[in-house]
């Protein structure tokens, strides 16, 4: 293999505590992290059967590869877990046709947080009647094709929207319609142990009624005194990547209590209860989260002896693992575009410290998580392994920000090159979904891969997408060399540097 010019990296930087000191094979893909299919054949990775120089050769990198079986599988271990209870896969994690026909095809409910969501999995023939739509902020129009579509359930988040509801619900009604079936989302004031921005349960934030206030009370018997409107039971969300049980179990304690103050009041007796989704996932190898079946034993005897306790019948349960189905089974392939060793002076004993920038060729536009939350994440050298000595790296994208970081501090084998590949894992969650085109970077594509066929489930956007929003540039073609098509029309680079890096994986 030909030498960088900066020569193979420096050892790097004292390692923060949490990166601890390098594993004795830094190829290894821990099954904690990684998706289900994933495995070394001649030290090249391979996810759901093929090669990833394969996968990225014919279509280009960024690439999100999705293990379907581990998507799906996960799905069956909730269905499993919650085999008396409903499990509404939560879409916004990732969402597109084939995950909502999937979901639908296995019998799961879908939550959906917008408009278009929703849209999106009733144009893939997703049934109505499994879907529940949230939102702190649900537009008339959303409302509307809500109540329009007969969906399973309106997840009401404010007394606004009860007002914006209730005449269309009516509307129903009078044409012969049934009531609209809602739920009442509940504040219930738990500080979930995660990131401040994914914690929702607290009192001083966006979302539900509140319960310490009696909103949530006040919500509930308003609603249940509107005929065009069914309160079949209570939401509670505490937040999202929780590992610890006891916030869910706090919360159900609390929601079953409102249950109780809710017949107290109005001698209704609701017989659901969504308890949301926030299940924790590993992204880095010590990472311990609990599994759907330990979820579903301690929150069910969680409810059943508040139940008991309050002489309340035991409510149909429900749940929305987003990350948990989603997050681990999914891959984000890139490719090395350049490695710059920063000389940082030295730290303090004497021993130069250098921060080896590993940079690749997407960034914050396809996962803003690091930047936004902070969160970790962990990758390997793909298109082959490396015999060479660890070096600490920080892989960063290729945005204008200096924010843009992907993984803040890893070993990678010292002889990474430009052109090789690196796998970024547990990304099928909040990643494609919240990617964006800042830098004009376009969405990758996602393939799925089962037993070895890899199949496009949502292409690359082209630039020509793009400029199709755009005044000036709606009918102008992109440069013809502009880095902007599909493969196998992609003109350069990715292609031609895919195979070089297959070639030198065999030398
Ligand atoms: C109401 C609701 N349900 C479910 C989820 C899914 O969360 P997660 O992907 O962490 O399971 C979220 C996101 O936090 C949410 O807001
Ligand atoms: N987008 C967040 C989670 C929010 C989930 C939706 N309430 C994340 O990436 O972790």
């Given at each position: 293999m030909r030498a960088h010019p900066a020569g193979p990296l420096h050892g790097g930087m004292t390692p923060p505590p949490s990166v601890g000191l390098p594993p004795a094979d830094l190829g290894v893909l821990d099954p904690q992290v990684w998706p289900r299919s994933a495995r070394r054949v001649d030290g090249e990775l391979h996810l759901g059967g093929r090669p990833v120089t394969e996968l990225a050769r014919a279509h280009g990198t960024p690439l999100f590869v999705l293990d379907e079986a581990d998507f799906r599988g996960r799905a069956a271990d909730f269905a499993a877990a919650f085999a008396d209870a409903d499990v509404h896969y939560a879409s916004k994690a990732f969402l597109c046709g084939q995950v909502a026909r999937w979901i639908a095809d296995d019998g799961l409910h879908l939550d959906a947080c917008s408009g278009n969501e929703l849209a999106l999995a009733l144009a893939a023939g997703f049934p109505a009647d499994r879907i529940a739509l949230h939102g702190n902020n649900k537009s008339l129009v959303e409302l509307q094709l809500a109540v329009d579509s007969g969906i399973g359930h309106v997840v009401l988040d404010s007394f606004d929207e009860i007002d914006r509801l209730v005449p269309m619900a009516a509307a129903r009604v009078a044409a012969g319609g049934a009531p609209v079936p809602v739920l009442v989302r509940t504040t219930v004031g738990i500080e979930a142990h995660t990131h401040e921005f994914i914690a929702t349960a607290h009192e001083d934030q966006k979302f539900g009624f509140s319960l310490a206030t009696g909103d949530a009370l006040t919500a509930a018997v308003r609603v249940i005194r509107?005929?065009?409107?069914?309160?079949t039971g209570l939401h509670s969300h505490i937040g999202s990547q929780i590992f610890d049980t006891a916030g869910f179990e706090a919360a159900a304690h609390r929601v079953v209590g409102l249950l109780g103050q809710v017949r107290q009041a109005t001698g209704e007796v609701l017989g659901e209860l969504n308890l949301g989704g926030g299940f924790g996932i590993a992204y880095l190898p010590d990472d311990d989260p609990v599994g759907p079946d330990d979820v579903a034993r301690r929150l069910g005897a969680v409810v059943a002896a508040e139940c008991a306790a309050l002489d309340l019948p035991v409510p149909r349960l429900a749940v929305e693992p987003g990350r948990a189905i989603a997050g681990p089974g999914t891959v984000t392939l890139y490719e090395i575009g350049t490695i710059k060793p920063v000389r940082l002076g030295s730290g303090g004993h004497g021993a130069p410290q250098v921060r080896n920038y590993v940079s690749v060729d997407g960034g914050m536009s396809d996962n803003i998580r690091t930047a936004l939350y902070d969160a970790s994440y962990t990758c390997v050298l793909a298109n082959r392994t490396s015999d060479a000595p660890p070096a600490l790296c920080r892989v960063v994208g290729k945005h204008c920000e200096s924010g843009d970081v992907l993984v803040r501090d890893l070993w990678l084998?010292?002889?990474?090159?430009?052109g090789d590949l690196l796998a970024v894992a547990?990304?099928?969650?909040?990643c494609w979904s919240m990617a964006s085109n800042y830098n004009y970077l376009l969405k990758p594509p996602v393939v799925a891969v089962r037993d070895g066929v890899a199949t496009e489930v949502v292409r690359r956007q082209t630039l020509s997408d793009v400029f199709?929003?755009?005044?000036?540039?709606?009918?102008v073609p992109p440069p013809a060399t502009a880095p902007s098509q599909p493969a196998p029309e992609h003109p350069a680079g990715v292609r031609s540097t895919s195979s070089r890096v297959g070639a030198e994986a065999q030398s």
């Open positions: 509107e005929p065009a409107l069914r309160l084998p010292a002889d990474v090159q430009p547990a990304t099928g969650a909040y199709a929003l755009d005044a000036v540039l709606a009918d």
